[in-house]
């Protein structure tokens, strides 16, 4: 008998086989009961029959033992097949914020458009992309040294970029508003706004500290001055001392 696997039809195909001989061994050996002595050449039929039916056994018997096994390996399969659907599901409902394509939202390392900003000389209505920080790569932060990572995080570092598109998001959106729709609060604001510009940060987006405790809530701790040391080594902004304030330049 080869070594291939069998279905259960074989199997019991090969079963019910061993049964019938089995039977008709017992028949020949009642008869012999009746008949005291049998020929010799029936005794070696009883014989070369009991020797057959001793082999399809074992055969069988393996047949089974690797049907077991087979079926072990099939149970492991099914458990890790569902382990990977689980740690599938997971992933699914747990796409980071900062993760590019993020179902019915926009990407975050596209710029954001502005909104139609009138002219002062009269001229047409134009649009101005704001420039937003891009997320650091999985790849980058691993390049970072150690001793800036410290105990931060790959995820604490994206969402340091986050906030820090907020307050590029907040401030900019008032920029871009008529002073005439303004309040007094966002009109003291955009007023900071225009002394902060120098001819160095024409064409430039930029924010100060002020920018994120405002719009971000940012804490400007030592953990965040690490944190801005990151964001630098990944050529994510550049900083910009002059005039008592330091501008945050997004790259």
């Not at 061993?18 to 005291?36: G, K």
């Not at 975050?108 to 420039?131: F, W, Y």
């Not at 410290?150 to 008032?174: D, H, P």
Request: with cysteine; hydrophobic share 30%; glycine share 4%.
């Amino acid at each position: 008998m080869s070594h291939v696997l069998l279905n259960m039809s074989d199997l019991e195909d090969i079963g019910r086989h061993m049964n019938d001989r089995i039977s008709s061994l017992w028949r020949t050996l009642d008869l012999s009961v009746v008949v005291p002595q049998l020929p010799q050449s029936n005794i070696k039929k009883l014989i070369q029959e009991v020797l057959t039916i001793e082999g399809l056994y074992h055969e069988f018997e393996k047949s089974v033992d690797r049907q077991n096994e087979q079926l072990k390996c099939l149970q492991e399969f099914v458990g890790s097949f569902q382990h990977d659907c689980e740690s599938l599901q997971h992933l699914k409902d747990n796409v980071p914020m900062h993760m590019p394509n993020r179902e019915n939202e926009p990407s975050p390392n596209q710029n954001i458009p502005a909104e139609t900003q009138p002219s002062q000389q009269g001229n047409p209505c134009k649009k101005i992309q704001v420039k937003q920080m891009e997320f650091v790569t999985m790849l980058e932060f691993e390049n970072i040294p150690q001793y800036m990572k410290g105990r931060l995080t790959y995820e604490q570092l994206n969402t340091a970029v986050r906030k820090v598109n907020e307050a590029v998001s907040g401030k900019y959106k008032i920029t871009r508003q008529s002073t005439k729709s303004l309040n007094n609060n966002t009109r003291k604001l955009y007023q900071r706004f225009k002394d902060e510009e120098t001819k160095d940060t024409k064409g430039r987006f930029f924010v100060v500290q002020e920018d994120l405790l405002e719009f971000s809530q940012i804490k400007m701790d030592k953990r965040f001055q690490g944190i801005l040391s990151m964001l630098r080594h990944c050529r994510r902004l550049r900083d910009m001392r002059g005039g008592s304030i330091t501008r945050y330049f997004i790259l």
